[in-house]
């Protein structure tokens, strides 16, 4: 059943507005088979933009993805993204091989750039040839589209817009804590429609999902359901959720089914709650904290795991 879509920036690809989150759906915790059941779901449900990334769970995460993709012609009924973890030119082809293998496909639909949270990591990705080999990996038709993600602070996704003026996606935290705090919504959204730049929003509960929800939730500033809402009515393509079981894909399927953009008294009282409490950002770790950074990112720029 086909849930409401969206325009992927310049790629004109209709994406639903919610998508399948990869690190969560590759912990070990949840079992291949019932892995493989939920994405099956997924797909059935209109769920069909899948988000992954080279290093999520050491490769679990494509492998298993793979393996649910593989049967039952649902590869081509997928919108299909991971990332590139590497900054190099050497690393990046590594990484796309490796991915291309995992996840048992000749093309990836979308690579972006994972985790640019540094501010030298646009530099990197240029001078160590990882841009080049991204464009290059586009001509040969093993890439669609390329973008690039990060959870730091807008200064570097806007840092990043400017190394290359082609760029199909960013994908970048969009909560009710960002408003106040190093905000993507303010300062970042608007040059992504500007730029024509398709907004992918993640982190939108501060990490979590619909049965846990985050940090936002856990601190009672706002409901999960609130959470995922505000960011649904914000300026983006598609939301990255976290789905580790059947009960919580139902649960943003049903959410996303029946998605009405927040009224302006809905969010003004939403926001107005929420400020006391979302300068600091005590709610949102991932820019203030490396908790959120993964461990080869860690590594790539001297920092303990």
């Known amino acids: 059943m086909a849930l409401p879509t969206r325009v992927l920036g310049r790629t004109g690809v209709q994406v639903p507005i919610i998508c399948l989150g990869g690190w969560h759906i590759g912990q070990p915790a949840i079992g291949d088979a019932e892995a493989e059941r939920i994405m099956h779901a997924a797909i059935d449900n209109g ?39 590497g900054r190099d030119a050497e690393h990046s082809r590594q990484h796309l091989e490796d991915s ?19 501010d030298n990591d646009p530099d990197w990705i240029v001078e160590r040839g990882a841009l080049a080999a991204a464009l290059e990996a586009q001509k040969a038709g093993k890439v669609r589209f390329i973008g690039f993600t990060g959870h730091k602070a807008p200064h570097i996704f806007l840092k990043m817009l400017g190394v290359y003026d082609q760029w199909a996606t960013c994908q970048l935290p969009v909560n009710v804590c960002d408003y106040f705090y190093r905000s993507s919504i303010h300062e970042v959204l608007p040059v992504l429609k500007a730029q024509n730049v398709g907004a992918i929003g993640m982190k939108s509960m501060g990490g979590g999902n619909m049965e846990i929800g985050g940090r936002i939730v856990s601190g009672g500033v706002a409901t999960a359901e609130e ?65 959120f950074d993964g461990p080869y990112h860690r590594r790539q720029h001297g920092f303990a795991e």
């Open 47 to 85: 769920v069909t933009f899948f988000d992954n990334a080279w290093d999520y769970h050491e490769g679990r995460s494509e492998e298993i993805m793979g393996k649910a993709l593989a049967t039952g012609g649902r590869r081509q009924k997928v919108f299909l993204m991971t990332k590139n973890c």
């Open 100 to 118: 291309l293998r995992r996840l048992q496909t000749d093309v990836i639909d979308l690579w972006q750039f994972h985790e640019i949270n540094y």
């Open 227 to 291: 959470c995922v809402r505000y960011a649904l009515s914000q300026d983006i393509a598609s939301l990255v959720v976290g789905i580790d079981s059947m009960k919580v894909l139902m649960q943003d399927v049903a959410l996303a089914r029946d998605f009405k953009p927040m009224a302006k008294a809905e969010t003004d009282a939403l926001l107005a709650r929420v400020q006391p409490f979302a300068g600091d950002g005590r709610f949102e770790w991932s820019k203030s904290t490396q908790n």
